[in-house]
C-alpha cells in the first residue's frame, strides 16, 4: 500500500506491524494551521519508521514538522513511535487520560522489575500451563512513551483551525477514543469499529479489578451508532461509511461469543478454571496450534466475556486455592 490522499486535508500512511497478520496501521495525517497532526503513530520497529518517514515524505510533510500525536489506544501498533516521532519533533503526544495511567504505571512495574512476576501470578490464576508462565518471565518489554497531554471525553484536540473532538470509546482499551472531525463529519475510529474484523476485547492485569471491559464496548458502540452513518477512517483495513450499522453487527458477534460461553459453561460437568473455559470456545485455529501468546489473548477474551456474564447474572466465580473456576449461576 501507499499513502493516500483523502481529501479534505487527510492523509493516510500505512505502517507495517512486521510478522503481525493485520499487516499495517495506518496512521493519519491531518493538515493544520499550526503544522500536521497525526493520528496513531504505529509499531515502534525500524521497518515501520522507515514507512513512516517516506511515507510523510511522500505527502509533503515532513517527521520533524509534527506538530502532535493523537494516540487512539495505548497498544504499540498505535502508540509505539509517537516517542520516536516526539524526539524527532518536539510533538506533543496526547491519549485519553485513562490509557495514559494505565501507559505511565506499566512503565513503572517495567522499571522496577515486577511486571513479570505479577503477569505470571495472574496466569497461574487463570489454570494456565506452566509453559505458558515460563514465556512470559523471558519476555521483553517496551512500553510505550509517556503522553504529554491527558485528554477527556469531549474535549477539543490541539489542530488550529479545525474541530477534532475526543469521543471516549472504552472496551478494546480502557482509554480508547474515536476521533470526530467535526469540520468534516469523518470519524477516525481506531481499532473501536473495524470494517472487516471485529476488535480484540480483553481483561489485562493491568486493569482495574473491577473493570468490565466488554460491557464498556457494547456502551462505546451504542454511543457510536447514535452519531448515525459516518464516514469511518479506521486504523486497519480501509476507510468505509456505515459507522452505526457496522457497530450494530460487532455488537451482535459479541452476543453470540456469550451464548457460546454459556453453552461451554453448561456442558461442563465441574467448574472451569479460565483456561479451560476459554480452550472449549472456537478460534481461528484449535486451541493446540495456537502459540502461547495467541492463548493468553484468547484467555482475555474469554475472561472479558465472562466478566460481562458475571454483572448479568448468568455465571460465577469462585477461589479455589488460588485459582478461579467459573459456572452457571
Known sequence: ????????GVWSVPVPIPGNPLGYTLVYALESAGGPVLVDAGWSHPDAWAALSSGLAAIGMDVAGVRGVVVTHHHPD???????????SGAWIAMHEADARIVRLFRQVVADGTHRGFQAGMLRRAGADED???EVLGEVVDP??????DLADGELVDLPGRRLRAIWTPGHSPGHICLHLEDADRLFTGDHVLPG?????GLFPL??????????????????????ELEALPAHQWTFHGTAARAREIADHHEERLAELLDVLGEAARPLTLWETARGMRWNKPWEELP????????????AHLRLLERR?????????????????
Not at 144 to 149: C, L, M, N, V
Open 78 to 88: 498505535h502508540a509505539g513511535l509517537a516517542g520516536r516521532v516526539r524526539e524527532a
Open 207 to 228: 486493569d482495574d479489578p473491577d473493570a468490565d471491559p466488554l460491557g464498556e464496548f457494547l456502551s462505546s458502540l451504542a454511543r457510536i451508532a447514535s452519531l448515525g
Open 313 to 329: 447474572g448468568r455465571a460465577s466465580r469462585t477461589d479455589g486455592d488460588g485459582t478461579l473456576f467459573y459456572s452457571l449461576t
Open 292 to 303: 502461547p501468546v495467541l492463548r493468553r489473548l484468547a484467555a482475555a477474551e474469554a475472561a
Open 132 to 134: 505458558e508462565t515460563a
Open 144 to 149: 510505550p512513551a509517556a503522553p504529554d497531554r
Open 1 to 8: 500500500m501507499s499513502p493516500a490522499d483523502l481529501g479534505g
Open 197 to 201: 474484523i471485529t476488535p480484540h476485547i
